[in-house]
Each structure stands twice: as C-alpha cells, then as structure tokens.
C-alpha cells in the first residue's frame, strides 16, 4: 500500500500563485508515476499534471505554461507550482501515484481562486 499526503492549497486571488505538495509512504518502490487530478463541483475529475519516473511530464491543456510539476525522488514527493491562477482552476486537488498494476489518492486539497 501507498499512503499520500498532501499539502498547500487555499484560498488566492486571481492571479495569484499556489504550491501543492504530495508525500508518499508505505510502498513507494513500486511507484512509477505520480501526479494530480482536480474536480469541480459538478465536474468530472480531470488530470491536471503527471510525471513519470525518469521526468517526462504531461500537462491539461488549461494549465500548459500556468502550472509546473517537479518530483523529489530522495523524499518521494510530487509537487504542482501553480501560477496566474484563474476562478476556473477552483476545484478539489487529489494527488495520486500509481505503480505495479494500482492507482492511489490522497485524500484531496481544495484549491479556490477569487475573482
């Protein structure tokens, strides 16, 4: 099993920059990738930022140029800089790592940008 952790989030302005971060635990060898999904009420989660092991990256097209995301393999953590954040990037954060056939989720970070 993999725990997650996550941290940042809150409440910014438009314009306005966040810092998410992700710890993992537990079985992190078997973690090959790691990122974040978002949701929005009454949306669908979508996937915000992934990164490989190795580095390759993978943005939603929404944030490509906004948003950057950085992974610490010494620690095992996964990080999403978040940058000229917009009301639309209002939703709930879900860090996830998955590996060896599973997906995992943090239990969530709720982002909210103000206009």
């Known amino acids: 099993q993999v725990q997650l952790v996550e941290s940042g989030g809150g409440l910014v302005q438009t314009g306005g920059s966040l810092r998410l971060s992700c710890a993992a635990s537990?079985?992190?060898?078997?973690?090959?990738?790691m990122g974040w999904y978002r949701q929005a009420p009454g949306k669908q989660r979508e996937l915000v930022a992934a990164?490989?092991?190795?580095?390759?990256?993978d943005y939603a097209d929404s944030v490509k140029g906004r948003f950057t995301i950085s992974r610490d393999n010494e620690q095992y953590a996964v990080h999403l800089e978040m940058n000229s954040l917009k009301p639309e990037d209002t939703a709930v954060y879900y860090c996830?790592?998955?590996?060896?056939?599973?997906?995992?989720w943090g239990q969530g970070t709720q982002v909210t940008v103000s206009s």
């Open positions: 996830y790592a998955e590996g060896s056939g599973s997906t995992h």
């Open positions: 990164i490989a092991d190795g580095g390759p990256t």
């Open positions: 537990g079985s992190i060898l078997s973690i090959f990738s």
